[in-house]
């Protein structure tokens, strides 16, 4: 069993970080001065625009920095930065919220991670309920309604086995309705996974064609399967490919983390360059940025989507 969960995470992690796949955008209009709606990265004729998230050494989002404090490489090869902003706009995220047997008293973290994420809402923003233990379930479509979501995890129970890659399938899917440009999704649980019909390879290849960033809230602790002692490296994999990433709580950081989460979603750096490598082979290119902090910052750490597979004529 320990060997099966291993496996599932790691086959994740190869897939995801193989091969992520771009959907082909059209030829942009001349004069663009700023992009304004930008999924998590767009390839089109001669441009590529990446969404850039920086955090300072305590986990802070970190606003204000231009554009000479970062440097982009494709395929190791430096690249001009052509395009600068700083992305906020409204969000549409779906809330994929574990209530399997293993979330346990784990469930009154998780309820207050997500009430303290829905307290920082937009007017503009729209949000899904997602929620799964031997299977998931859409207990809330998108709505700007987010009192009928916690009421709604008001009355969740704890039972059964996990099903996290179907829900995360699911809440995939439910996202493709929303017409914002700005999608993610905000996965609590503890990670393990036993009891999904899709497979690691059918859900990263979801994944890699959707513009969807993913975050992650490990409520960890009280392991005793090998599914839940994995569960940190399978949420891992899901959320860093995407541009997200895994955020680990105890009940005292709940509040706090989920409402960098909300910051970070709204408020990103999109940096746009046009690559070197203009050939439309549909090969992958992986993606490094750097952040040169201003006199006087300590060191910072930024988060991107790792990679793009190019367009093919």
């Not at 574990?98 to 008293?105: A, P």
């Not at 950081?253 to 909300?262: C, R």
Request: proline fraction near 7%; hydrophobic fraction near 40%.
């Amino acid at each position: 069993m320990a060997e099966a969960a291993f496996g599932l995470a790691m086959g994740l992690a190869w897939a995801l970080s193989a091969q992520v796949k771009i959907e082909q955008r059209p030829r942009p209009a001349p004069k663009q001065e700023a992009p304004a709606r930008v999924p998590n990265i767009r390839v089109d004729t001669t441009l590529i625009l990446v969404p850039v998230t920086v955090n300072d050494p305590l986990n802070r989002p970190v606003s204000g920095l231009e554009k000479e404090n970062f440097r982009v490489f494709q395929d190791k090869v430096p690249q001009p930065i052509t395009q600068f902003a700083m992305d906020d706009e409204p969000v549409a995220v779906c809330l994929v919220f574990d209530t399997s047997g293993s979330m346990g008293d784990k469930l009154n973290r998780s309820r207050m991670a997500a009430k303290e994420f829905f307290r920082i809402a937009n007017p503009e923003d729209e949000f899904c309920l997602v929620e799964f233990d031997n299977a998931p379930k859409l207990r809330e479509p998108l709505t700007s309604d987010t009192g009928a979501i916690e009421n709604d995890l008001l009355f969740s129970k704890s039972k059964g086995s996990t099903a996290l890659l179907d829900a995360v399938y699911l809440a995939l899917h439910e996202m493709k309705r929303s017409k914002k440009n700005k999608k993610a999704l905000l996965i609590i649980s503890d990670g393990g996974d036993n009891h999904s019909r899709y497979s690691a390879k059918e859900v990263a290849s979801v994944i890699r064609e959707s513009d969807v960033l993913i975050y992650s809230i490990g409520v960890f602790g009280g392991a005793s399967t090998p599914e839940e002692y994995s569960g940190a490296g399978l949420l891992t994999a899901i959320s860093e490919q995407t541009g997200g990433r895994l955020l680990e709580a105890d009940a005292q950081e709940l509040p706090d983390i989920a409402k960098k989460i909300g910051i970070e979603l709204r408020n990103r750096y999109i940096l746009g360059y046009s690559p070197q490598n203009q050939a439309r082979d549909g090969k992958y290119h992986r993606i490094t940025v750097q952040v040169v902090p201003p006199r006087g910052l300590p060191k910072l750490h930024a988060h991107w989507r790792l990679g793009y597979n190019a367009p093919v004529e």
